[in-house]
């Protein structure tokens, strides 16, 4: 059965091409969930005019869906909470060679989750 942790490490091979940052480590996944054959995932893009706003659910879509075991994959693009920099995940602030951010509005540092990486 596939689960989550498989659904994340498939994503990880999606990439913005404008962006040399996997979608997980970048911060566009808010949530994957597997019900039976079916995989939901809440996603963002990193502004509402992204060029690649159509390409980027596709290709996860087609990647997801030709997982062992899901024969459909549903994705929500929303967009709160809105993404910022700081979502980016340590690994993907490391390739971008992003060492500091100033402090989140609001004060909290929206956390990419934290899944099985193999």
Not at 3 to 9: I, L
Not at 32 to 37: G, L
Request: charged share 25%; net charge negative; aromatic share 4%.
């Amino acid at each position: 059965m596939t689960t989550p942790e498989t659904v994340y490490s498939e994503l990880r091979q999606v990439f913005d091409p404008e962006i040399p940052v996997n979608i997980v480590d970048l911060g566009l996944i808010y949530d994957v969930q597997v019900e039976d054959t079916v995989c939901k995932i809440q996603m963002t893009l990193t502004s509402q005019a992204c060029p690649e706003a159509r390409t980027i659910p596709e290709v996860m879509q087609r990647r997801v869906e030709a997982l062992d075991g899901i024969d459909v994959c549903q994705i929500e693009l929303v967009w709160e909470p809105m993404w910022t920099p700081h979502r980016i995940s340590p690994e993907g602030r490391k390739i971008l060679g992003i060492e500091e951010l100033p402090p989140p509005p609001g004060g909290d540092d929206p956390v990419t989750p934290q899944v099985d990486k193999s």
